[in-house]
């Protein structure tokens, strides 16, 4: 059962942008940390981005001052804004659920990222 469904990936150019999304069918959407991971080809599956319930905010250094994590919990989804990427950050992106940022039990099928020219 996959209750995290990620969206708007594909292929961009170096220096362009993507913006993906996470929407998840519970209930209880307001009171959970979410976040976004990464894996790119033969390399460990990456922290990306968290947000916590109250909307606290943290980020990858690789990412920090290119990437935004937001939440709208009126429709129960966790966005991550990617600017100016670079083909290192081309990978598949997973988002998660959790009781607590670091700590997270639910995890979406992935959008595949793909930065070339």
């Known amino acids: 059962q996959v209750h995290l469904v990620e969206s708007g990936g594909g292929l961009v150019q170096p220096g362009g942008s993507l913006r993906l999304s996470c929407v998840a069918s519970?209930?209880?959407?307001?009171?959970?940390?979410m976040g976004w991971y990464r894996q790119a080809p033969g390399k460990q599956r990456d922290f990306i981005a968290s947000i916590s319930p109250g909307g606290s905010t943290n980020y990858a250094d690789s990412v920090e001052g290119r990437f935004t994590i937001s939440r709208d919990n009126a429709k129960n989804t966790v966005s991550l804004q990617m600017n100016s990427l670079n083909p290192e950050d081309t990978a598949v992106y997973y988002c998660?659920?959790?009781?607590?940022?670091?700590?997270?039990?639910?995890w979406g099928q992935g959008t595949q990222v793909t930065v070339s020219s």
């Open positions: 998660a659920q959790g009781l607590a940022v670091g700590r997270f039990s639910t």
């Open positions: 519970g209930t209880y959407f307001r009171f959970y940390a």
